[in-house]
């Protein structure tokens, strides 16, 4: 079947792909070098719709090159270039087809499709030239890879192979080109490492720095220096010299080093990382095209299993619904916040502080019960600023100015009477809440917003001996507050529409991802993560060793085992969240006596790092009473994973959240849960745990799954 052919059959499976242009233009380059052409990439839209391949996009740009392949057969051209419109270079294969196909022939034709098409751009009787003007991935960065010589803008702000992360290979020649052009350690580097680590991104100069592009220049005259560039290669003026790739035990080495990334970030549970590193170990012998057919097969394979639908639907939570909050009010009903208070000056309120501080630019006063613990409050905001000075990522005019608005009082009446949103970050005890509320709204003006920053108590009880609790809303933040994007935004039960537009708001311009969520006992991620702790913490109880345990849920691929989560959270936080739970569903939620013991005991987790490793503590093991009933890996991850379902199941049921696409929203933003898997549902539907718990998926037939 001819590439065109191939390409049509796929165009038709889908009807609403955003067809990408490729412009060809004739000019004459410098020091009368000759005529070139130039191939602009382009769907129309501007960059925030950026260019994509999908089945007619890359039957366009097959045109041009029959196009330039006639010109450079007739001697008409001297060379050929490939550019993309302003800000985007291109991003790689259309995702939204992908999702459409039902069969692995039509997988299989996306992947050679695209290699049928960018092989001809390396065949071609002319040099051809790449010139990375902006954001490139996937497909984009491969389609560059294709050509004999590379240029990349300094102002490029995104450069990956992200593949591996999605749920897929570089299928279109990353896998096989990349470790034969800058060796199989860097090739590891950016395919492998940097997917997993949620998705890196490199910039321009590091993109230089490997040795994928030959040549760097400043953004504001990209195009025409490289077009300088060009004009003196062709002239043999410029040499490019490319590094002797070591194709002995170096290569090898350097895949054994990436199964060992891949084993520590996803445990063997999602095929994707391995796929590649087995195209990239065999890509040692040089052989091109022996790679491309191995690329072919894996991506039509990983298109049609579950993992990529998973990773696909993952992304998709994170950057349409996490802009769209399901159930958020009228963003027209939000109040403008031109002034923030934070009662409390110790860590967390500090976090707090410095983020609003930064997005919002607005004068930002923290209160507590003594001077030395204020002072120490703005001192941390301070240092932190003087900390991004350092870095260069802010200047010191900025410095000054975000300093001048940061100050700390005694009184609150002095502190909040100007206020228009005020957080509290106290002693999670409902007590304490209460009375800290009674104070502010004695001293704050009518429209203020309050928010509280609690991880599982009640926010109606909390506003309910206020004057006006419609006012109150939970904003529970997840530590460190930098790094997690989650924001669980919680309606009371008193909560007007105009408060919660404005938390909305704020957490727009915190840059946040906002989920609303129904004043339930911890909310979701704390009441998940708590039924899941809990269930690990049982069995341990009930006689199965810790380790058992611990290497029980290491298929679930995630950030970290669940007693080191425990020691980042701290165990009496854990502790208290259990107990608040308990209260709310004693049937389901245990308090672990072990854990109590731990906590009593001034204990900072299970485990001593003495030789590197987590090792059990030996004070933590005198101290565990466990009983004698001993489960393998199987037992105990189907007793965990049945615990979650069962929970999910009741939250959904509950009202939580609005759909399950929320709860794998807020596991993955505020957990770190694998987009490999897609947060939790798609993993407990595709393992049979959902219907063996609850009767029934959680989500229809081809959200997160092949279609029927």
């Known amino acids: 079947m001819s590439t065109a052919e191939l390409l049509k059959g796929a165009a038709e499976l889908f009807p609403d792909e955003v067809v990408t242009s490729a412009h060809v233009r004739h000019l004459d380059l410098p020091f009368g070098a000759g005529r070139f052409a130039l191939i602009t990439l382009d769907n129309g839209f501007d960059h925030t719709k950026p260019t994509t391949f999908g089945p007619q996009s890359l039957a366009n740009l097959d045109t041009a090159i029959d196009q330039v392949e006639a010109e450079a057969a007739a001697g008409d051209i001297v060379g050929v270039g490939i550019t993309g419109k302003p800000f985007i270079f291109a991003v790689g294969a259309d995702l939204k087809g992908v999702e459409l196909l039902k069969e692995h022939k039509d997988a299989l034709a996306i992947g050679k499709g695209g290699h049928e098409v960018f092989k001809r751009l390396a065949g071609l009787a002319v040099p051809t030239f790449a010139y990375y003007n902006g954001a490139a991935m996937g497909g984009g960065v491969e389609v560059g890879l294709h ?89 043999g003026d410029v040499e490019v010299e490319r590094p002797v790739i070591d194709r002995g035990e170096a290569w090898d080495q350097a895949v054994a080093k990436g199964r060992f990334i891949a084993d520590s970030k996803v445990h063997g549970a999602a095929p994707a990382a391995y796929r590649a590193l087995d195209i990239i170990a065999a890509a040692k012998n040089g052989d091109l095209q022996q790679g491309y057919d191995a690329e072919d097969k894996a991506l039509a394979d990983l298109i049609m299993g579950g993992e990529l639908r998973a990773g696909i639907y993952a992304f998709n939570l994170v950057q349409k619904r996490g802009k769209r909050p399901a159930g958020a009010p009228d963003k027209n009903l939000a109040r403008p916040v031109t002034k923030v208070g934070v009662v409390g000056a110790g860590l967390m309120a500090s976090q707090l502080a410095l983020l609003f501080l930064r997005r919002l630019e607005v004068p930002v006063v923290l209160t507590d019960i003594d001077q030395e613990r204020v002072d120490k409050g703005v001192g941390y905001v301070h240092a932190e600023i003087e900390k991004l000075l350092g870095k260069g990522r802010i200047n010191q005019d900025k410095a000054n100015r975000l300093k001048a608005l940061v100050s700390g009082v005694l009184d609150k009446a002095e502190g909040f009477a100007d206020a228009d949103f005020i957080i509290e970050a106290v002693f999670e005890e409902i007590g304490v809440k209460q009375q800290v509320f009674a104070e502010v709204e004695a001293v704050a003006p009518a429209h203020a917003i309050f928010a509280t920053n609690t991880s599982s108590l009640s926010v109606s009880e909390m506003a309910s001996k206020l004057k006006n609790p419609e006012r109150v ?19 009371g039960e008193k909560t007007d529409d105009a408060s919660l537009a404005t938390a909305f708001a704020v957490a727009k311009k915190l840059k946040k991802t906002a989920v609303l969520t129904k004043d339930a006992p911890a909310f979701v991620v704390n009441r998940i993560l708590t039924r899941f702790m809990g269930e690990i913490q049982n069995v341990i109880d009930e006689g199965t060793p810790v380790e058992v345990a611990e290497k029980a849920v290491e298929p679930l691929g995630l950030p ?36 109590a013991a731990v906590v009593k005991a001034g204990k900072r987790g299970f485990y001593v790092y003495d030789s590197g490793k987590p090792e059990l503590d030996p004070e933590v093991a005198a101290l565990l009473q466990q009983g004698d009933s001993v489960l393998t890996e199987e037992q105990v991850r189907d007793r965990v994973l049945d615990a979650v379902a069962q929970e999910i199941g009741l939250m959904l049921d509950e009202g939580v959240v609005a759909e399950a696409q929320d709860i794998d929203l807020c596991l993955i933003t505020g957990a770190g849960w694998p987009f490999h898997l897609g947060g939790i549902t798609p993993y407990l539907d595709r393992e049979g745990v959902s219907e063996r718990v609850n009767g029934k998926k959680f989500l229809a037939p081809g959200v997160a799954s092949v279609p029927a």
Request: glycine share 8%.
């Open 560 to 595: 970290m085992s669940p007693l080191v989560l425990l020691e980042l959270v701290g165990p009496a936080i854990g502790l208290h969240v259990s107990e608040t739970l308990n209260r709310a569903f004693p049937d389901r939620f245990t308090v672990s006596p072990n854990l």
């Open 147 to 235: 050509c004999k010589y590379r240029t990349v803008s300094k102002a490029l702000p995104a450069f990956s192979l992200p593949e591996v992360f999605l749920g897929l290979v570089p299928g279109w020649g990353g896998c096989t080109i990349l470790p034969n052009l800058i060796g199989a350690d860097k090739a590891v580097s950016v395919i492998i490492e940097n997917s997993l680590n949620q998705n890196k991104q490199l910039k321009g100069q590091q993109v230089f720095d490997l040795g994928i592009a030959d040549a760097i220049f400043e953004g504001a005259d990209f195009l025409e220096q490289s077009l300088i560039w060009t004009a003196q290669v062709l002239k």
């Open 473 to 491: 809303v939970g904003f529970h933040f997840f530590n460190p507050v930098a790094v997690l994007p989650l924001l669980e935004i919680v309606r």
